[in-house]
């Protein structure tokens, strides 16, 4: 039978990241990674927008902010050990109002004390400069912002963990984690491996400890381990439009608005990629399904989940409008390019096409809030004592993986006594 040390549930670029910190750290140990779909990085992490953030957003002091910084150091760091390309092509925010103002200085204040690198307060004029398109009152300019294939970051993680003798193992969907019988808590020596994780087809190893970074599912694994539901995920399907080729000269890096506080979300943005198209959106509306990314895929359970769970009522109560604002705009074209021409006047419904989409796992509380920071925890019991659940890492955690994944290592050392 196949045994483990560790198992790591989800090869996602953040499951990939903690795999291989693993392995470097604790050459000996046995670890596999159990990947329900046959290819790596096939959802969130196959699905975003390649942006590698400079951690501008975020809270001062949260773990956000202090990874985010980290991890986009990281980032730059590996790509350049491992040759993989990347654009270090920076990202403008925009105040096109003037009411936007105060909020972009704060932002900027906030930026400073994140200890993020060379921003800068930008007029109308140097706007142009940078983005001869783009029209606005001012900018917080961010030159260390950049643009990568996650996908093929993840694929180099995955190719560090086998180089390092660990086992990844696609198309296991893990449905079920017990003890293994013949290993009763009473016993004084037990089984060395007496944690059974068994997948969708009856196939099953044995392991001392698990991690699980499963995204979109990290709240079901969480509960069939016997841990807590919460913080329950709601995903919501953000729609790209792109522009077509022959106008991609329109934009140089990336154009992103100044956050509203009042909505949950970033709002549109213009980002380039490395395969030189131009990604424009995405907005922001409740998936149907978990992996749902056409706009009539469904799945009754995951639509069940999430319009039956009282925090997604009372955060479509409290952004009502925004809400139905975003489903007007995910049906009608115009109302996206109308966002759009507020930073580039010029662009016009027919520079543009409908684009990919991605489903963000958004972690919610019962309250309604968006659980905005990441969150780790375990639980009591055979199973839940030998368990470290990642249970929400929100973008930037692509940006933050390498650091997530040192931060994951420590405390799975400590918790596990490796």
Not at 50 to 78: D, E, F, N, W
Not at 341 to 360: A, C, M, Y
Not at 367 to 395: E, K, W
Request: glycine content about 8%; hydrophobic content about 35%; proline content about 5%.
């Amino acid at each position: 039978r196949s045994t483990f040390d560790v198992a790591v549930v989800g090869a996602g670029i953040v499951g990939l990241a903690s795999a291989r910190e693993l392995v470097r750290r604790h050459p000996s140990l046995a670890l596999a990674v159990l990947e329900k779909e046959r290819e790596l990085a096939h959802h969130q992490s196959g699905h975003n927008s390649g942006v590698i953030h400079s951690g501008i957003y975020y809270t001062p002091g949260s773990l956000k902010a202090k990874l985010c910084v980290q991890g986009a150091a990281l980032c730059y760091q590996y790509c350049d050990k491992k040759g993989i390309p990347y654009k270090q092509c920076g990202k403008l925010i925009v105040a096109t109002e003037q009411d936007e103002i105060p909020r972009l200085k704060a932002l900027y204040e906030r930026g400073l004390q994140n200890n993020v690198r060379g921003l800068k307060l930008i007029g109308a004029k140097e706007i142009q400069e940078k983005e001869p398109f783009c029209r606005g009152l001012m900018a917080l300019d961010s030159p260390y912002t950049g643009i990568v294939n996650y996908k093929q970051v993840a694929q180099s993680y995955a190719e560090d963990i086998q180089e390092a003798g660990g086992t990844i193992l696609t198309d296991f969907e893990v449905t079920n984690m017990e003890m293994a019988k013949e290993s009763p808590s009473d016993s004084e020596d037990g089984l060395k491996y007496p944690v059974i994780v068994r997948n969708s087809k009856g196939e099953e190893i044995y392991c001392r400890h698990i991690v699980t970074c499963a995204g979109l599912y990290s709240d079901r694994l969480s509960e069939i381990s016997g841990c807590s539901p919460e913080p329950r995920i709601v995903p919501f399907r953000g729609d790209y439009l792109v522009l077509k080729p022959e106008k991609c000269y329109m934009v140089k890096g990336n154009i992103y608005p100044v956050p509203n506080p009042r909505f949950p979300f970033l709002g549109f943005h213009f980002t380039p990629r490395m395969d030189g198209s131009v990604w424009l959106g995405p907005n922001a509306v409740l998936a149907f399904k978990r992996e749902g990314y056409k706009l009539l895929d469904f799945s009754t359970g995951d639509f069940l989940d999430a319009v039956t769970y009282r925090g997604l009522w009372k955060l479509v109560l409290r952004n009502l409008s925004y809400g139905l604002s975003e489903v007007y705009r995910a049906c009608f074209l115009s109302a996206q390019v109308k966002q759009l021409q507020k930073f580039i006047p010029e662009v016009t419904i027919n520079d543009v096409l409908r684009g990919p989409s991605g489903v963000r796992a958004q972690a919610l509380d019962s309250d309604g809030n968006l659980v905005d920071d990441f969150v780790f925890d375990g639980g009591s019991g055979d199973i839940g004592s030998r368990i470290l659940h990642v249970r929400n890492a929100p973008s930037p955690a692509a940006t933050s993986s390498l650091a997530i994944a040192e931060m994951i290592a420590d405390e799975v050392k400590q918790r596990f006594e490796l």
